[in-house]
C-alpha cells in the first residue's frame, strides 16, 4: 500500500485522447432526448407503455431533415402526417386520436417545447495542460422552428440530429461524404442493395448537412457580415464544397448507370424494389447537389450586397428602457408620492415631440374667408346598426340558479354540510318542474360549484358593494360520502359583514335614541 501511494500521479491524457473522449459524451448527450421519450412516456395519462417513443423519434428526425429544403423547411402537418402509419403500425387497435397525440408529443419533446431557450444541455468534462478537470456545458438542439418566406413557421433539423441518424458526431463533411459515396458503389456492384440502401440515406443525410452549414453563414452575413470569415474560411468552403459538388455529380451518375442495369439485369422482386428506391434516393442527391450549387454560386453577390447595404446603413438606434427592471420594479418599492415623480417624468417623454403648426399667411387668409360650412343640429344620421341575438349557451337554467341559491340561503347561526346540501338538491331536482332540468344532477352539480367557489369568499369585493350576506365554506378534515363527488365534506354557512352589522348598530341607536 505504501508502494502505491508513493507513486507519482500520472498526467492527464494527451489532447488528442481528450477530445475523442469528449466527442463520444457529446454523441451520447445527443442520444439523451429519445432515450428520455421512453422513460417520459409514463406520465401521459393512458396507456402508453406499448408504444416504443425513440423509435418515433427517429422517424420524426428522418422525415424533417428529408422533406426540408435549402430556404425553407419542413411543414409541421406533413411530418406528423406522414409519422401516423408508423405509430399507427405499432398498435394498429388504437384510435387514431391517440395515435395523433402520441406524434404530436413525441414532435413537441424532440423541440423541447417548454423550455426557455427550447433547447437541450448535458454537461461533461476535460482535462486542461495543467491537469486540472473542468466542466463543461454542451447546449444543442435536434428539431428547431424557423420562420419561412412566407410568415409561416418550419421545422429544420440540426447538424446533432443529423449526426444522431448517421451515427456520427462532429464529422468532417467532406470526407463522409466521400466514403459514404465510395461505400454506396462498392455496395452496388457487389449487388447487396439493402446495404447500398442504408449508405446512400447516410450519403443523403451528409448533403443535406453541408447545405446546413452554408445556410447558416449566408444567414449570418445578412445578420452581420463581421460576424463571418470571408477572408479565409467561407472562400475555402465555396471553393471546396464545388469541387465536392463536381466529383459527386460524376460519383452519382456512375451509381445511378450501376443502379439502373442492377434494377434490369436482376430477376429477384425484392431486388428490383430496392434497386428503384435507391434510383429515388439518388435522383434526390442530384437534386440536393444542383440546389446546393446554385447557392453557393450566389455566395458572392450576396456578400458584396450585404456589405454595400450594411456599410452605408444608418447607425443603430440606443438600446430601449427596461420597462420593468428600470422602472416597475423600482417604483413599486417606494411610497405613493414618491412614485409619482419617476413616472410623471416618464410618460411626460415618453410620448415623443409634438410639431408645432408652421401658420402662412396665405393658409390664414383661406382660413378666414372661407365661409362656415353649414351642419346639421343633430349631426349626421348614424347607421342602423345590424344586432345578432346571442345564443344562450349557459349550462344551468335559471330555474336551477334560483333553486341552488335558495338552498344556500343559510341562517348566519345554523352552517351545514355539503354533504346534506347535495342530497337536498338531488331532492328539490326531482321536485322541478322544468323542462330545461334534464338532469338531476345539475342541480347538486351547481351548489358543490357554489360551494367550492365559498371556501375563498371574496370579503372584499363583497364589503364595497354592500352585501349584508356572504357564503363561506370550511374544510374541518371530514371526507365526502357522495356517489358523484369527492373530497372534502365541507361546512357551509352566512356570515354577517360588518358593514351590514354597523348599520345595524346605527338603527338600533336611532331607535332607542342613544348617541351613536
Known sequence: MTAIADQPTRPAPGPAADEGLARRLKALACTA???????????????????????????????????????????????????????????????????????????????????????????YGTFGPDGAYTRRDYDFKLIEEVPGQDGGVYLRTTDEAVNVLVGALDTDVTSAQIAAEVKLEVLIRRGRLADAQLAAEQARYRTVQYAE??????????????????????????????????????????ILTNIRRARDESVDGEHKRRAAELVDIVKDCIRRHTQLQTRLLEAGPLFRAEQDRQAFAAPTARSGIDLYGQLLAPVLTLPLGDATRPTDAFFARATGLRTP????????????????????????????????????DSRFSEAQLEAALDLLDLPADAPRRLSGLLADARRRARDLDDEDDRDGDELAYLVALLAVHAASPPVGTAYRQGEERLLFAV???????????????????????????????????KGTGTAA
Open 33 to 123: 432526448p429519445l432515450h428520455d421519450l421512453d422513460s417520459r412516456k409514463v406520465n401521459l395519462a393512458g396507456e402508453y407503455a406499448s408504444y416504443t417513443m425513440a423509435e418515433v423519434g427517429l422517424a420524426a428526425i428522418d422525415l424533417v431533415t428529408l422533406n426540408m429544403d435549402f430556404d425553407t423547411g419542413a411543414d409541421r402537418d406533413i411530418v406528423l402526417g406522414r409519422l401516423l402509419p408508423r405509430i399507427a403500425a405499432q398498435n394498429p387497435g388504437r384510435a387514431v386520436a391517440e395515435h395523433e397525440r402520441v406524434a404530436r408529443w413525441v414532435l413537441e419533446s424532440l423541440i423541447n417545447v417548454g423550455s426557455v431557450d427550447r433547447g437541450f444541455r448535458a454537461v
Open 213 to 254: 452549414t452554408l445556410r447558416r453563414a449566408l444567414e449570418a452575413t445578412r445578420r452581420n457580415v463581421r460576424a463571418v470569415d470571408w477572408m479565409e474560411t467561407v472562400p475555402d468552403l465555396i471553393d471546396e464544397a464545388l469541387d465536392h459538388i463536381a466529383d459527386r455529380y460524376r460519383h452519382e451518375n456512375a
Open 357 to 392: 403648426v408652421a401658420v402662412r399667411v396665405a393658409d390664414l387668409v383661406d382660413l378666414l374667408l372661407t365661409p362656415p360650412v353649414e351642419r346639421e343640429h343633430l349631426g349626421a344620421e348614424l347607421p342602423e346598426p345590424d344586432l345578432v341575438a346571442t345564443p344562450d
Open 475 to 509: 374544510d374541518d378534515g371530514t371526507r365526502l360520502d357522495d356517489p358523484g363527488f369527492g373530497g372534502a365534506d365541507l361546512i357551509v354557512g352566512s356570515a354577517l359583514l360588518d358593514a351590514a352589522g354597523m348599520a345595524a348598530d346605527r338603527k338600533d341607536a
